[in-house]
């Protein structure tokens, strides 16, 4: 799996393990989903910290998200959306492309873009392995083109928040992600939806805008 794809798909995971933070176990899938998208625009920020492993690559990331403003810290790269400007870091090639995204791009990089224009693409199932304290659901794509084949999630029955999402690319390959912090309604600096220049500056910037 190409640096990219994996890229997408730890995007995909971080997405799902979002929206479903509101389980339970009378509703289908697919409610608890529209619920979780819903508690997350109501609650106008979210925060969170992950570990994870899978395209030959392994270690912890960030996510932080306002309204339509997103960041995405992991090994290696980094994103930052201020809600007009796309900066996306590259620690192999030590470059910075700025652009003004396209709807593809945003969907590509960001969690919640693809929460909510991409899990309806999805079959929702609650699945086996679930017990008094933990609830399992299962995805499954309508197309092809969503790139993976399946994804298992572990939602923690008495908090209602993720703990673990496994998914499976179309070539096999696996990307398993574990959340470690999760928190709703932090005020969150502008600054952190920038692009910090100051913290790069030997890297080059492609400005495609």
Do not use: H
């Not at 289908?28 to 910290?49: F, W």
């Not at 912890?60 to 400007?85: D, E, H, M």
């Not at 995805?139 to 496994?166: D, W």
Request: net charge positive; proline share 4%; glycine share 8%.
């Amino acid at each position: 799996m190409t640096m990219s794809a994996s890229r997408r798909i730890l995007a995909i995971a971080v997405a799902m393990i979002l929206g479903l933070s509101m389980a339970a176990s009378a509703e289908t899938a697919m409610q608890l989903l529209n619920r979780a998208s819903q508690k997350i625009a109501k609650a106008g920020s979210v925060s969170s910290s992950f570990v994870f492993s899978g395209g030959g690559t392994s270690g912890s990331g960030t996510l932080k998200i306002s309204g339509k403003r997103f960041s995405v810290q992991a090994p290696g790269s980094a994103s930052w959306y201020n809600g007009k400007y796309l900066w996306t870091y590259s620690a192999a090639s030590r470059e910075t492309t700025l652009v003004v995204p396209t709807a593809s791009e945003l969907a590509e990089t960001n969690p919640l873009t693809c929460l909510a224009g991409g899990v309806s693409g999805y079959n929702c199932a609650y699945g086996k392995g679930s017990t008094a304290t933990k609830k399992i659901i299962v995805l499954t794509p309508k197309s092809r083109k969503q790139g993976i084949r399946n994804a298992t999630v572990e939602i923690n029955a008495s908090t209602l928040v993720p703990a673990k999402i496994s998914v499976k690319a179309s070539d096999g390959s696996v990307t398993a992600v574990s959340i470690t912090k999760f928190s709703y309604g932090k005020s969150l600096p502008a600054s952190d939806f920038e692009y910090p220049k100051n913290k790069y500056p030997k890297i080059k910037i492609i400005d495609l805008r």
